[in-house]
């Protein structure tokens, strides 16, 4: 084999740029305020083939460098080319990827490279070099190389001047992956004392405690069980690493949510009540919506599949998961969120027969991006975990043609010990396929072949369900990180889609973690049994053990059951779209989950035990009020100071340059976009999309979520997120009576230990949590149809220890019976009356203003009422006579009112539609007009309507609490006054600036 | 001859937009296949079936290399003689964003200068990274060029709809490759300023962005080759096929024809096909 290097940089003729080294220099500025002069850019290929440099030379236009814009040559450094680099730079960083990292742009180049050179095997390992021209002397050439690569995935070299003068520049290799050997399956003795128990859990990542270790262990002593053990050939009296490995995977808090099956005891101070709950999921979220399904038609599939499904009309039916990928997006920001949402992606795909992916939803929570206090020195700083948790996102969802059409960034410093990295896909299946079975449902049989389609298993993602179940230390290991690959699996989506609609799968889900464990594992539940082979599993790498084969959370693959006749059609489809699928396991009724290596049985364990076995954790929660310092703001404030400062606050500013960075577009489908008005920048409340072409039908998705609440009230945390999605979904003229819900907590450790002492405080703020949700949701007839939980989001060692505020996203997906009337958030015309429907409450704890004040220092607290929903019967009434004047075609301007209560809701208007407005808010509900302003009351959305129709909206909303507050200017003036009082008096431009100049961050653009 | 306008709509290799694209030429008339690049190269299916060839936007190959590159090496190694029989019948071809940028670097944009030549498939421009450097989704306004012999663009003068890509810059070596093609009236479709009037926005001087959200060379937004049947173009007119997709369709009153200004250039090419006959 040889090794040839092939060097691409952009042309330096006139009109041409090397936009990537722009980049390079303008982010730098932009998050560091350091200006590094000219960079330039080189994309370096090392290829392995049995081709030599003079025959790949004469090809290189033809595959890595473009003939107008690029220069490319084999095997010749570009930096030591003068045409290109007259004197050496100062510094050039080169970054290539570590052994076994998913290389993405090196598997797209040697597909290109096989079209032109067939012969033989070829490979690919790509990087980039920056080279610095003229750098400040100032500038640390550690730390600047540091800014560009991850040392958990990534390697670099630095050059200098120095060294290309004299020299002695050394060059990246190819990352040689040292080959391993298979290890032969180990027995594990169980038989020791408690304490070693722990000890093996601990050391060998399972996050097994030591009453499931028992368990386990007690198994094995079970008389039958040796006997059966026996019979096939397996370690009769102890577990097989590839068994415990297993077991540990299953049973993680990640795949069983032990957390919220267990058994607590609650006690409240408050109240002096004393309760056992039995499993907080079976009673609050299960319990509420399977007596919803008894008086609904639509509720398809709950809570059982991949995502829960509801029939839409009497062709489709769609569904919708929301996953939470933080810890591999707390090592690495790029990688970790890009499996975030390629992997939910494969949820869906996974529901039923395989439902086709239609919109994305990102939520993140991030530390402030401009945080300038102390940082621990493993974790990055804020804003780069917002760059590469946006970017991984953005490549994610864009490169899949998927479109994010909603979402949210939430800020609190908290978050920088373990951002929260949400991603949310909606799906759309038929009701029924051309051979008349239901597509939501999985109907293998015994005898069905098993095949593992899309990516090859590798040692990378190895851990990944037991680590997220553990909290994030220095030691957290390297392989719990990858990068997804896009593209394969958008193959394999195209792909399995065909199969689906040509009747040929029967079963499916997809790998996500504890890779083939859990998929093959999950679907022999159906069947009751299964026979793996793991010695068929394509491998990315020779040589790893059974375990880890079994284990490994490698991306990109799904488990697809296929009849045996349609074995040859399946396999064809899958040439076809050059996607890898192998058969690996045939399901059986034996009872048995039974793993092969070849013809050696390498694990051999009840179904039921499998996934019955788990004992229920049982846990203590005691509820305490937190005490705050009550919020009490300065009466000398000058409110439109106030307001500008409010819209600049990162969890209210603009998130345009994000935002508009994901394809919110793609499958033309659309309808109400992330940003909305004249100028396309007024913030879009819920995504609202029409995904039959040509058909008027819509899909609305929303999502609310408040973790600042939580400070005081975790039940009121999740109250109000309930409400925001709904009030979000309400201003596009939702069917209030066909939505439903998905609950995504994500908790610190709320058991407790000497690393958690407050874990009871903590699990006491999970029991209101999930009590206020059941009781919104009941009241909303709003089931939650799937959900998921993290419950370690933890950074470091008591008492250093940064525990994320309890936060829960909810969605919402639901229908819309017509597109053409609904809403949108901007003012549209002069002499429009606006409406605030709803009551405003004194209710600032916790507020936006508060923190606020509180971290200008203006105040000591941010305690105080934080706001509730009372009454969330009625309050649903109000929804469904407002949705019903939009639907009406009555009303075309509604917005939520949220964070920064009606002032800053006001002011979005104002910016959407670049006209202005003059308000009353004398009269509005209760409190000064200081908390008239900025109170956070739930149930209140604004609305503004022409005149022709005010008449019968007025009449649509009886008994309704409405207020007409003021109406829409030709002026550039937002006005509020409160009776004879003007209270604020501001221009909408300069509202404009300040609202989207915050999160910016692009730098300066020539 | 089947009275049917059959439309080839590529798909595969992570092509994305191939459903919309699809159902627009339904929309018009059309009847849409959408087609694996695969059952083109292993013979299983001809390009001569079809009347119609649309190569959609998406991210073939993931962009890397350059986008649109493997995608258009693919057409140019493995599709060659189909591609140069297509053309040669004249048949249109349509591009949009990724397709755009493969069928540029695939050489059958801008093509040899004179109509009568057979294409060469070799690259004479390019489509490189926006000047922001930045992926962006956001709606453009766009003039065409009146006297283009382009089949696609007849009787559309101003027409809004997405852009959504990170590479559109649009590129030639010289000024000369440019004054040829404006000579010919190849440089259909440019970025305009909206406020400017309908029918005097297109100038060559560099508008700023957002305006030409790209910084494309004499703001071209999509070209034709010299027989005006091959087009194509970055934004996506398939994602304006009503007018729920507009971004201010709340502000407007539209009455009963929801019909989007996206649409005729789908409608023109199924016209010219039936007038050929």
């Given at each position: 084999m040889q090794e040839v290097r092939v060097e691409v940089t952009p042309l330096q003729t006139d009109g041409m740029r090397d936009v990537l080294g722009d980049v390079v220099q303008r982010q730098l500025f932009a998050d560091h305020g350091i200006d590094v002069g000219k960079v330039r850019s080189i994309r370096g290929y090392l290829i392995r083939s049995s081709y030599s440099a003079s025959e790949i030379e004469p090809r290189v236009q033809d595959i890595f460098s473009d003939p107008i814009i690029e220069f490319g040559a084999a095997d010749t450094p570009l930096l030591e080319d003068k045409n290109f680099f007259p004197s050496p730079p100062a510094l050039t960083v080169t970054v290539g990827f570590k052994p076994g990292v998913t290389d993405n742009p090196g598997a797209a180049a040697n597909d290109g490279f096989k079209v032109l050179f067939p012969d033989g095997d070829s490979f690919i390992s790509t990087y980039v070099s920056y080279a610095f021209l003229q750098l400040p002397d100032d500038i640390d050439h550690d730390w600047l190389a540091s800014t560009l690569f991850n040392g958990l995935i990534e390697k670099s070299i630095l050059t200098t001047k120095e060294q290309l003068e004299s020299g002695n520049a050394t060059y990246l290799t190819y990352p040689e992956r040292p080959s391993i050997e298979r290890q032969a399956p180990s027995i594990i003795n169980l038989e020791l004392a408690d304490e070693e128990l722990i000890r093996l859990s601990t050391e060998g990542l399972l996050a097994l405690n030591l009453n499931e270790m028992q368990t386990i262990r007690d198994h094995y002593r079970d008389e039958p069980t040796r006997a059966a053990r026996t019979n096939i050939g397996i370690s009769p009296n102890a577990p097989t690493d590839v068994e415990l490995e297993c077991l540990a995977q299953t049973w993680s808090e990640h795949c069983k949510h032990k957390i919220f099956a267990s058994k607590i005891h609650h006690i409240d101070r408050e109240t002096n009540e004393d309760t056992v709950i039995?499993?907080?999921?079976?009673?609050?979220?299960?319990?509420?919506?399977?007596?919803?399904?008894?008086?609904?038609?639509?509720?398809?599939?709950?809570?059982?599949?991949?995502?829960?499904?509801?029939?839409?009309?009497?062709?489709?039916?769609?569904?919708?998961?929301?996953?939470?990928?933080?810890?591999?997006?707390?090592?690495?920001?790029?990688?970790?969120?890009?499996?975030?949402?390629?992997?939910?992606?494969?949820?869906?795909?996974?529901?039923?027969?395989?439902?086709?992916?239609?919109?994305?939803?990102?939520?993140?929570?991030?530390?402030?991006?401009?945080?300038?206090?102390?940082?621990?020195?493993?974790?990055?700083?804020?804003?780069?975990?917002?760059?590469?948790?946006?970017?991984?996102?953005?490549?994610?969802?864009?490169?899949?043609?998927?479109?994010?059409?909603?979402?949210?960034?939430?800020?609190?410093?908290?978050?920088?010990?373990?951002?929260?990295?949400?991603?949310?896909?909606?799906?759309?299946?038929?009701?029924?396929?051309?051979?008349?079975?239901?597509?939501?449902?999985?109907?293998?049989?015994?005898?069905?072949?098993?095949?593992?389609?899309?990516?090859?298993?590798?040692?990378?993602?190895?851990?990944?369900?037991?680590?997220?179940?553990?909290?994030?230390?220095?030691?957290?290991?390297?392989?719990?990180?990858q990068i997804g690959d896009p593209i394969t699996q958008k193959k394999m989506m195209d792909m399995l889609l065909e199969a689906r609609d040509a009747c040929l799968i029967t079963c499916t889900t997809d790998n996500g973690a504890g890779g083939l464990s859990s998929s093959i594992g999950e679907m022999a539940e159906?069947?009751?049994?299964?026979?793996?082979?793991?010695?068929?599993?394509?491998?990315?790498?020779?040589?790893?053990?059974?375990?880890?084969?079994?284990?490994?959370?490698?991306?990109?693959?799904?488990?697809?059951?296929?009849?045996?006749?349609?074995?040859?059609?399946?396999?064809?489809l899958a040439q076809l779209h050059e996607v890898e699928a192998t058969q690996v396991a045939t399901f059986t009724n034996t009872g048995y989950f039974h793993v092969k290596h070849g013809e050696e049985t390498v694990a051999y364990l009840p179904i039921t035990f499998?996934?019955?076995?788990?004992?229920?954790?049982?846990?203590?929660?005691?509820?305490?009020?937190?005490?705050?310092?009550?919020?009490?703001?300065?009466?000398?404030?000058?409110?439109?100071?106030?307001?500008?400062?409010?819209?600049?606050?990162?969890?209210?500013?603009?998130?345009?340059?994000?935002?508009?960075?994901?394809?919110?577009?793609?499958?033309?489908?659309?309808?109400?976009?992330?940003?909305?008005?004249?100028?396309?920048?007024?913030?879009?409340?819920?995504?609202?999309?029409?995904?039959?072409?040509?058909?008027?039908?819509?899909?609305?998705?929303?999502?609310?979520?408040?973790?600042?609440?939580?400070?005081?009230?975790?039940?009121?945390?999740?109250?109000?997120?309930?409400?925001?999605?709904?009030?979000?979904?309400?201003?596009?003229?939702?069917?209030?009576?066909?939505?439903?819900?998905?609950?995504?907590?994500?908790?610190?450790?709320?058991?407790?230990?000497?690393?958690?002492?407050?874990?009871?405080?903590?699990?006491?703020?999970?029991?209101?949590?999930?009590?206020?949700?059941?009781?919104?949701?009941?009241?909303?007839?709003?089931?939650?149809?799937?959900?998921?939980?993290?419950?370690?989001?933890?950074?470091?060692?008591?008492?250093?220890?940064?525990?994320?505020?309890?936060?829960?996203?909810?969605?919402?997906?639901?229908?819309?019976?017509?597109?053409?009337?609904?809403?949108?958030?901007?003012?549209?015309?002069?002499?429009?009356?606006?409406?605030?429907?709803?009551?405003?409450?004194?209710?600032?704890?916790?507020?936006?203003?508060?923190?606020?004040?509180?971290?200008?220092?203006?105040?000591?607290?941010?305690?105080?009422?934080?706001?509730?929903?009372?009454?969330?019967?009625?309050?649903?009434?109000?929804?469904?006579?407002?949705?019903?004047?939009?639907?009406?075609?009555?009303?075309?301007?509604?917005?939520?009112?949220?964070?920064?209560?009606?002032?800053?809701?006001?002011?979005?208007?104002?910016?959407?539609?670049?006209?202005?407005?003059?308000?009353?808010?004398?009269?509005?509900?209760g409190g000064d007009a200081f908390t008239r302003l900025w109170s956070e009351s739930l149930g209140r959305i604004i609305i503004s309507v022409e005149a022709q129709h005010e008449l019968d909206f007025v009449e649509i909303m009886e008994g309704a609490d409405i207020h007409l507050i003021g109406m829409v200017t030709e002026s550039s003036e937002f006005t509020v006054e409160d009776g004879y009082d003007t209270i604020i008096q501001a221009d909408v431009d300069e509202l404009t600036t300040s609202w989207k100049g915050a999160l910016d961050m692009t730098g300066v653009v020539e | 001859m089947s009275l049917e306008v059959k439309v080839c709509v590529l798909f595969g290799f992570g092509i994305n937009c191939d459903r919309e694209t699809a159902a627009v030429f339904e929309m018009v008339g059309g009847v849409s296949e959408r087609l694996h690049v695969n059952r083109l190269v292993q013979g299983e299916r001809n390009l001569s079936e079809f009347d119609i060839l649309a190569v959609p936007g998406g991210f073939s190959f993931g962009d890397h290399l350059g986008s649109g590159r493997l995608l258009g090496n693919r057409l140019r190694f493995a599709l060659r003689d189909q591609l140069q029989q297509f053309v040669t019948d004249g048949k249109p071809i349509i591009g949009i964003c990724n397709g755009f940028q493969a069928l540029v670097k695939t050489g059958l944009l801008p093509g040899p200068s004179e109509a009568s030549l057979e294409p060469d498939l070799i690259q004479r421009a390019s489509l490189t990274l926006n000047n922001t450097g930045r992926y962006e989704d956001?709606?453009?306004?766009?003039?065409?060029?009146?006297?283009?012999?382009?089949?696609?663009?007849?009787?559309?003068?101003?027409?809004?709809?997405?852009?959504?890509?990170?590479?559109?810059?649009?590129?030639?070596?010289?000024?000369?490759?440019?004054?040829?093609?404006?000579?010919?009236?190849?440089?259909?479709?440019?970025?305009?300023?909206?406020?400017?009037?309908?029918?005097?926005?297109?100038?060559?001087?560099?508008?700023?962005?957002?305006?030409?959200?790209?910084?494309s060379m004499r703001n071209v937004a999509g070209i034709c080759d010299a027989t005006g049947l091959v087009f194509g173009l970055m934004p996506h007119p398939e994602a304006f096929y009503s007018m729920w997709l507009h971004p201010e369709h709340t502000s407007m009153d539209i009455g009963e024809d929801w019909e989007g200004e996206g649409l005729q250039i789908f409608r023109n090419a199924v016209e010219y096909v039936r007038s050929q006959r």
């Amino acid at each position: 084999m040889q090794e040839v290097r092939v060097e691409v940089t952009p042309l330096q003729t006139d009109g041409m740029r090397d936009v990537l080294g722009d980049v390079v220099q303008r982010q730098l500025f932009a998050d560091h305020g350091i200006d590094v002069g000219k960079v330039r850019s080189i994309r370096g290929y090392l290829i392995r083939s049995s081709y030599s440099a003079s025959e790949i030379e004469p090809r290189v236009q033809d595959i890595f460098s473009d003939p107008i814009i690029e220069f490319g040559a084999a095997d010749t450094p570009l930096l030591e080319d003068k045409n290109f680099f007259p004197s050496p730079p100062a510094l050039t960083v080169t970054v290539g990827f570590k052994p076994g990292v998913t290389d993405n742009p090196g598997a797209a180049a040697n597909d290109g490279f096989k079209v032109l050179f067939p012969d033989g095997d070829s490979f690919i390992s790509t990087y980039v070099s920056y080279a610095f021209l003229q750098l400040p002397d100032d500038i640390d050439h550690d730390w600047l190389a540091s800014t560009l690569f991850n040392g958990l995935i990534e390697k670099s070299i630095l050059t200098t001047k120095e060294q290309l003068e004299s020299g002695n520049a050394t060059y990246l290799t190819y990352p040689e992956r040292p080959s391993i050997e298979r290890q032969a399956p180990s027995i594990i003795n169980l038989e020791l004392a408690d304490e070693e128990l722990i000890r093996l859990s601990t050391e060998g990542l399972l996050a097994l405690n030591l009453n499931e270790m028992q368990t386990i262990r007690d198994h094995y002593r079970d008389e039958p069980t040796r006997a059966a053990r026996t019979n096939i050939g397996i370690s009769p009296n102890a577990p097989t690493d590839v068994e415990l490995e297993c077991l540990a995977q299953t049973w993680s808090e990640h795949c069983k949510h032990k957390i919220f099956a267990s058994k607590i005891h609650h006690i409240d101070r408050e109240t002096n009540e004393d309760t056992v709950i039995d499993s907080l999921f079976k009673t609050h979220i299960m319990k509420p919506t399977h007596d919803m399904a008894k008086e609904v038609d639509w509720l398809l599939s709950v809570f059982h599949d991949n995502s829960g499904v509801i029939a839409w009309n009497d062709d489709w039916s769609i569904c919708m998961k929301a996953e939470t990928h933080n810890s591999p997006s707390a090592l690495d920001p790029y990688g970790g969120a890009m499996t975030g949402i390629v992997g939910v992606n494969r949820d869906i795909l996974g529901t039923g027969l395989g439902a086709r992916p239609i919109a994305n939803t990102d939520v993140f929570c991030f530390g402030p991006p401009n945080w300038t206090g102390e940082l621990p020195s493993t974790l990055f700083h804020p804003s780069r975990v917002l760059r590469g948790v946006h970017a991984g996102v953005r490549v994610g969802g864009n490169e899949s043609g998927i479109p994010t059409i909603n979402g949210s960034i939430v800020f609190d410093e908290r978050y920088i010990g373990k951002p929260l990295v949400y991603c949310g896909t909606v799906g759309l299946m038929p009701r029924r396929l051309a051979d008349g079975r239901e597509s939501h449902e999985k109907n293998p049989i015994p005898g069905d072949l098993v095949y593992m389609v899309g990516g090859r298993v590798g040692s990378d993602g190895i851990h990944g369900a037991t680590f997220s179940s553990l909290e994030l230390t220095d030691e957290s290991p390297s392989s719990a990180v990858q990068i997804g690959d896009p593209i394969t699996q958008k193959k394999m989506m195209d792909m399995l889609l065909e199969a689906r609609d040509a009747c040929l799968i029967t079963c499916t889900t997809d790998n996500g973690a504890g890779g083939l464990s859990s998929s093959i594992g999950e679907m022999a539940e159906y069947t009751n049994g299964c026979e793996i082979d793991l010695g068929k599993v394509p491998l990315k790498q020779e040589g790893l053990s059974s375990w880890e084969i079994l284990v490994s959370e490698s991306q990109e693959r799904m488990t697809v059951a296929v009849a045996p006749k349609d074995k040859d059609a399946f396999e064809a489809l899958a040439q076809l779209h050059e996607v890898e699928a192998t058969q690996v396991a045939t399901f059986t009724n034996t009872g048995y989950f039974h793993v092969k290596h070849g013809e050696e049985t390498v694990a051999y364990l009840p179904i039921t035990f499998l996934h019955d076995g788990v004992p229920q954790l049982e846990l203590e929660s005691e509820w305490t009020p937190p005490q705050h310092v009550a919020f009490t703001p300065p009466n000398d404030l000058d409110q439109s100071i106030l307001l500008k400062e409010m819209l600049a606050r990162p969890n209210i500013a603009s998130k345009e340059t994000w935002v508009r960075q994901y394809d919110h577009e793609v499958i033309a489908q659309t309808v109400v976009k992330p940003f909305v008005g004249v100028e396309r920048d007024g913030p879009g409340d819920a995504g609202l999309i029409a995904p039959i072409h040509g058909n008027s039908q819509g899909i609305v998705v929303s999502c609310g979520i408040a973790p600042r609440y939580s400070d005081i009230d975790a039940g009121a945390m999740v109250a109000a997120s309930i409400d925001e999605a709904v009030r979000n979904a309400v201003c596009v003229g939702v069917d209030i009576d066909k939505m439903a819900g998905l609950d995504n907590f994500c908790w610190p450790d709320p058991i407790e230990s000497e690393k958690t002492p407050d874990g009871k405080f903590k699990l006491a703020q999970l029991v209101r949590a999930n009590r206020e949700l059941e009781r919104i949701c009941r009241a909303y007839h709003l089931p939650c149809v799937s959900g998921k939980d993290s419950m370690k989001n933890d950074y470091g060692v008591w008492p250093n220890k940064i525990s994320i505020p309890p936060t829960m996203l909810f969605s919402l997906f639901g229908n819309q019976p017509d597109v053409r009337k609904t809403a949108t958030s901007n003012f549209k015309h002069h002499g429009e009356r606006i409406y605030l429907v709803g009551t405003t409450f004194d209710e600032l704890g916790a507020s936006e203003v508060a923190f606020h004040l509180k971290e200008r220092g203006d105040v000591e607290g941010i305690g105080g009422q934080v706001p509730l929903l009372e009454d969330p019967k009625s309050q649903l009434d109000v929804y469904r006579k407002l949705s019903a004047a939009i639907q009406n075609g009555l009303i075309r301007t509604a917005h939520d009112c949220s964070e920064g209560g009606l002032a800053v809701a006001l002011a979005e208007m104002c910016i959407g539609g670049r006209c202005g407005a003059i308000v009353d808010i004398d009269g509005i509900g209760g409190g000064d007009a200081f908390t008239r302003l900025w109170s956070e009351s739930l149930g209140r959305i604004i609305i503004s309507v022409e005149a022709q129709h005010e008449l019968d909206f007025v009449e649509i909303m009886e008994g309704a609490d409405i207020h007409l507050i003021g109406m829409v200017t030709e002026s550039s003036e937002f006005t509020v006054e409160d009776g004879y009082d003007t209270i604020i008096q501001a221009d909408v431009d300069e509202l404009t600036t300040s609202w989207k100049g915050a999160l910016d961050m692009t730098g300066v653009v020539e | 001859m089947s009275l049917e306008v059959k439309v080839c709509v590529l798909f595969g290799f992570g092509i994305n937009c191939d459903r919309e694209t699809a159902a627009v030429f339904e929309m018009v008339g059309g009847v849409s296949e959408r087609l694996h690049v695969n059952r083109l190269v292993q013979g299983e299916r001809n390009l001569s079936e079809f009347d119609i060839l649309a190569v959609p936007g998406g991210f073939s190959f993931g962009d890397h290399l350059g986008s649109g590159r493997l995608l258009g090496n693919r057409l140019r190694f493995a599709l060659r003689d189909q591609l140069q029989q297509f053309v040669t019948d004249g048949k249109p071809i349509i591009g949009i964003c990724n397709g755009f940028q493969a069928l540029v670097k695939t050489g059958l944009l801008p093509g040899p200068s004179e109509a009568s030549l057979e294409p060469d498939l070799i690259q004479r421009a390019s489509l490189t990274l926006n000047n922001t450097g930045r992926y962006e989704d956001r709606w453009v306004t766009l003039e065409f060029d009146s006297q283009s012999p382009c089949i696609w663009t007849k009787n559309i003068q101003r027409i809004e709809c997405p852009v959504r890509h990170g590479e559109g810059r649009f590129v030639m070596p010289t000024a000369e490759d440019f004054n040829n093609l404006e000579a010919n009236h190849q440089l259909t479709v440019r970025y305009v300023d909206p406020v400017t009037t309908i029918g005097e926005g297109i100038q060559d001087e560099l508008l700023p962005f957002p305006i030409s959200p790209n910084g494309s060379m004499r703001n071209v937004a999509g070209i034709c080759d010299a027989t005006g049947l091959v087009f194509g173009l970055m934004p996506h007119p398939e994602a304006f096929y009503s007018m729920w997709l507009h971004p201010e369709h709340t502000s407007m009153d539209i009455g009963e024809d929801w019909e989007g200004e996206g649409l005729q250039i789908f409608r023109n090419a199924v016209e010219y096909v039936r007038s050929q006959r």
